[in-house]
């Protein structure tokens, strides 16, 4: 035996687990910087209380200051620094007085989100007095899916990653887990991007209060962040390949997981065309607030659909850099690929058993030509 095959291999890290050490990182870091930092404040809008076009006038604008809300028994609070929404006034002097002309609005974010969000005004090229020209911030696609709005977000989410993201993983293997889960997440900041710039065109073109149905009216500049989007992609493909695993709905309610899945994309469909309508069902209460985020996950979802299906898809998420790089991992695997045209036609028929009898009908033979491919 060669000293190569002696060696022991070392045990690494899933895909799955890298995962999640990444969202509770930034999550931690965000935590621990923003009480030392000034608020990141991101613009939402401007509400104008007044007409402001006398000529001459003077106007001040005053500092952002976090919005005050009132608890159940009256008492004042302050929302905590860097989160919460924020105001900021516009006012000018008329007749000796000062007068409120303009009241804008913020939302607050910690120090990395701000870096990391996603909105449709930092994803499309657009020019603004606050800011200037901006746009085509094309990091953000992956950025805002390592973000978190609190710690329930994020431990929800993160709960729900370890328990189906394994299954994935090992059906399609590490490298093409993580190109399946950074692409059902674009995939879902680009249905967002479009409905919400589709509601915003319906808008500027039809007048205010436009209602159209399947479109999505949140503000352009506000954040979207998680990692639902491509979580709803993975929870799709692990109802593809284990559709009878028994799952608890609330960790007390079973029922199949193709049942669980499938009934949270109906909610999210729902949820955008009631949003959209303005409708309020008496009888049900859906999370229309949660619109955006809904979509989110209807794109990874759809994502997660169909690359389940089409995993030899996922091979061109790498390929970019192979074809510029010609000593690049990507150039080399495609080159071996072509070399053993075999090897390919096995995998997807390793796949095609998973998604019909499951993960435990695959010999160890099986499993090592997944585990050798997904090392490419």
């Excluded at 939302?107 to 606050?130: C, D, I, M």
């Excluded at 053993?340 to 998973?354: M, T």
Aim: with cysteine.
């Amino acid at each position: 035996m060669s000293q190569h095959q002696s060696r022991p291999s070392r045990r690494r890290w899933s895909i799955t687990v890298w995962l999640i050490v990444a969202c509770c990182a930034v999550f931690v870091l965000d935590s621990l910087l923003t009480p030392s930092l000034p608020a990141q404040w991101i613009f939402l809008s401007q509400r104008q209380v007044m007409d402001a076009s006398t000529e001459g006038a003077s106007f001040r604008v005053s500092p952002i200051e976090p919005l005050r809300s009132r608890t159940a028994n009256g008492r004042v609070v302050q929302a905590p620094r860097g989160s919460g929404t924020g105001v900021q006034l516009v006012s000018t002097v008329t007749g000796g007085r000062e007068v409120v002309v303009a009241e804008r609005t913020y939302v607050g974010t910690p120090f990395f989100q701000k870096w990391l969000y996603f909105s449709t005004s930092t994803a499309l090229v657009t020019w603004s007095k606050e800011f200037g020209l901006r746009g085509f911030e094309f990091w953000r696609f992956i950025g805002f899916q390592f973000c978190h709005a609190n710690m329930s977000h994020l431990l929800f989410n993160m709960l729900a990653l370890w328990f189906f993201g394994p299954i994935v993983e090992h059906a399609l293997g590490r490298k093409r887990f993580l190109a399946f889960y950074l692409t059902c997440g674009i995939a879902g900041a680009l249905l967002y991007l479009l409905l919400n710039a589709a509601g915003s065109a319906a808008g500027d073109l039809f007048g205010p209060g436009t209602r159209l149905p399947g479109f999505l009216f949140n503000n352009p500049n506000m954040p979207l962040v998680g990692a639902s989007a491509g979580i709803f992609g993975v929870l799709i493909a692990a109802a593809r390949y284990v559709p009878n695993a028994t799952v608890l709905l609330f960790f007390v309610i079973p029922m199949r997981l193709s049942t669980m899945a499938y009934g949270l994309v109906v909610i999210a469909v729902a949820t955008i065309l009631f949003a959209s309508l303005g409708i309020n069902l008496p009888f049900f209460s859906l999370p229309t607030e949660n619109a955006g985020g809904e979509t989110a996950h209807l794109g990874g979802a759809m994502a997660g659909w169909y690359f389940a299906r089409r995993p030899h898809h996922l091979s061109d998420f790498f390929d970019f850099l192979g074809r510029f790089d010609p000593w690049s991992n990507t150039r080399r695997a495609k080159q071996r690929a072509q070399s053993q045209p075999g090897v390919q036609a096995e995998v997807d028929r390793i796949l095609d058993k998973i998604r019909q009898h499951g993960l435990g009908s695959l010999t160890a033979q099986e499993r090592e030509t997944l585990r050798q491919a997904s090392s490419h």
